[in-house]
């Protein structure tokens, strides 16, 4: 079955800080991944993607593959960092284009 | 400006009511979905389009239909909505263009509330 798995609910740092959100895939073939990202009164927006192995606002995010995992990483993080993180699946072989999603993990930096 | 847009952004009504959750894209996306996510949870599929006149049922069942009459539009209705019908209703558009690895665009969506 494709699944997306995020263990933690709640993040908690404080300001600088490294960060890492963890992210765990059930996916038979090779999957394309996302992190999507929810700010507060915000809408849902992209965050990264696998592919593109680019760092945004800080992040990275490699694909394990061994460990089925695409953990999001940032190295000092910011009060601007807290927000709703969802990480997203989507499988190569469905031209439906849709995602599948993780449960969210809730990051909130403190001063 | 091209977006995505859906309305209302709150609701609340009464158990037995017909609602329609309106969204609009004005970026020529082909491609258009639903999400449901209850508060604390993922978000899950239950409707998509390809295209005009193409519309399929998502990974979650929902008493919920749609249809796509036309490109930018991609309403959803519940004939009788229900106190288990509570949720956020999230729509999003795809680049026809793209392939699997093209973003989702997301509206604000649409808080629901059936008493």
């Known amino acids: 079955a494709q699944r997306v798995t995020q263990p933690e609910k709640l993040l908690s740092v404080f300001k600088g800080a490294p960060v890492e959100l963890k992210c765990n895939y059930s996916?038979?073939?090779?999957?394309?991944l996302f992190w999507y990202v929810q700010y507060s009164r915000q809408r849902l927006q992209l965050l990264l993607r696998?592919?593109s192995r680019e760092s945004i606002k800080g992040f990275t995010a490699d694909l394990n593959k061994g460990e089925t995992s695409f953990h999001l990483k940032k190295p000092f993080a910011q009060e601007e960092d807290s927000a709703m993180y969802y990480c997203?699946?989507?499988?190569?072989?469905?031209?439906?284009?849709?995602?599948?999603f993780g449960q969210g993990t809730t990051l909130q930096v403190k001063p | 400006e091209a977006d995505i847009y859906q309305t209302p952004r709150y609701l609340v009504i009464g158990t037995g009511k017909k609602i329609t959750l309106e969204c609009s894209q004005t970026?020529?996306?082909?491609?258009m979905y639903w999400y449901q996510q209850d508060p604390g949870m993922e978000l899950h599929l239950i409707h998509y389009s390809y295209g005009v006149n193409s519309t399929e049922k998502g990974d979650l069942s929902s008493e919920s239909t749609v249809s796509r009459i036309r490109t930018e539009h991609f309403p959803l209705t519940l004939e009788s909505a229900r106190p288990s019908h509570t949720s956020q209703y999230l729509c999003a558009s795809r680049n026809p263009r793209s392939s699997y690895n093209s973003p989702l665009h997301f509206g604000n969506g649409t808080r629901l509330t059936v008493t």
């Open positions: 970026m020529g996306h082909d491609k």
């Open positions: 997203a699946l989507s499988p190569r072989t469905s031209n439906t284009g849709k995602l599948i």
């Open positions: 996916y038979s073939g090779s999957p394309e």
């Open positions: 696998h592919i």
